[in-house]
């Protein structure tokens, strides 16, 4: 009976794209990217509502917490964003007193930065994951699949001839 009350409550995993037989490859392929994106824009919607700030200063706020006087290049790296964005990031959270900005140490050009008790709350609101949900769902596949769709993805983007550059930009911000 117990096993039977727990199965009942265990949802199976739906697909996530139904057969639309009457829809060809791409349109097919087309329905999926538009439900990655909506994926994608509903979790920083969420995060935005309840933390009130956007999804990639959430995300800048948990790496410089999870990584207590990181530099701005370091967050630039984590955050695979150029360092002018981060830069950018860090003045609006500095601004927002989420964050500090120290210059510690012998060279004092160098910044470190910390999280404050207010951006320590905020990070308590926001759903997670603070990263987005999309890098959580890319890091939770296998190798081959990644290489998989690695491959794929770079075959469209050169059909696109999409600018490499854009790969910089958090998704929040587009």
Known sequence: MKNEAKAKRVRPKAKVVAEAPTLDAPARVLRQFRIVFNAVKTHFQQVERKAGL??????????IRDRGGIGVNELANALNVRQPTASNLVRNLAQQQLIEV???GADRRAVQLHVLPEGRKVLR???GP???VLPEALASLDAASLRRLEADLDKLLRVLGADERAGTIPLAQL
């Open 125 to 127: 609101r926001a759903p």
């Open 54 to 63: 956007g999804g990639a200063q959430v995300w800048a706020l948990s790496v």
């Open 130 to 132: 603070a990263a987005g």
């Open 102 to 104: 120290r210059r510690e």
